[in-house]
């Protein structure tokens, strides 16, 4: 994203939604995302029923188990501390910094990324309500460690019932991945240097740390781009099917003109 192979589109100041608004419409989805979270825990005997039917339907169409992850990472106390980490500290960041680069070079691309996510996280907080789920970390039946509480850091609670800042039942959709998913996707869409497509290592590493740390399901991943197909399919993004209409319809219009004077030259 360096500024100098990748300038800011022309009039984007002028095409920039207010800085004040787009902070307080962040902030209020994101308060009412963390609220509604809330209303979906409590659930625990549900919870564990959907884990143990998750955990049996991935075995039904044989994927592989999410131990073959874990194994990788518990060869060495700095890895799966790093995989721990990188749970902890980059899922929210990453986002914020992908909208707050959109929104100073590319506003159109801003607040389509911006309605996307919003589309995303509100369709993952009605399966949150609709399907409370526990993470392979506290299902015995998946025989993984709990390795953030095992090795550190942790982000959550030591019970899931006393835990008052998160919903530990809401592992499906697995907003990490989603989201890590749209910013790849966001960020190939907004950028057109050839090395663009290395953003997708990111979705890549954030599906393998959350397996691997025993915090989702690959059926919660799978579901949560599912969700962003969904949301991408509705919204588009900028420069696509109108811009190309509109083009074609010039290229039409220039080659209708120029027909005439093709002709008479023959």
Not at 30 to 58: C, I, S
Not at 140 to 153: F, H
Not at 203 to 231: E, M
Request: net charge positive; hydrophobic share 50%.
């Amino acid at each position: 994203m360096d500024s100098r192979t990748e300038p800011a589109q022309p009039g984007a100041a002028a095409g920039r939604p207010p800085l004040v608004r787009e902070l307080l419409l962040v902030a209020g989805l994101f308060l009412v995302y963390k609220l509604g979270r809330q209303f979906a825990d409590g659930h625990t005997g549900e919870a564990f029923r959907h884990a143990h039917e998750v955990w049996n339907a991935e075995r039904a169409v044989h994927l592989p188990g999410e131990g073959l992850v874990q194994s990788v990472l518990l060869h060495g106390d700095a890895l799966v501390h790093v995989a721990n980490t990188y749970y902890a500290t980059v899922h929210f960041p990453a986002t914020v910094a992908f909208l707050v680069w959109l929104y100073l070079r590319r506003p159109a691309h801003y607040v389509w990324a911006r309605r996307v996510l919003t589309a995303l996280t509100a369709a993952a907080l009605v399966l949150h309500l609709a399907f409370p789920l526990a993470p392979p970390r506290l299902l015995a039946a998946a025989g993984l460690v709990d390795t953030a509480r095992v090795y550190g850091p942790s982000v959550y609670s030591a019970s899931p019932t006393t835990d008052t800042l998160s919903n530990q039942f809401a592992a499906m959709p697995s907003l990490h991945f989603g989201w890590a998913l749209m910013v790849a996707v966001g960020l190939v869409a907004a950028t057109r240097t050839r090395w663009r497509w290395l953003w997708l290592l990111h979705p890549l590493l954030t599906l393998l740390v959350i397996t691997g740390t025993a915090n989702h399901y690959w059926f919660d991943s799978i579901a949560a781009a599912a969700l962003l197909g969904l949301a991408l399919t509705a919204l588009h993004p900028p420069g696509g099917r109108a811009t190309v209409t509109r083009r074609g319809a010039r290229t039409v219009l220039a080659d209708r003109a120029t027909a005439p004077l093709v002709g008479a030259g023959r």
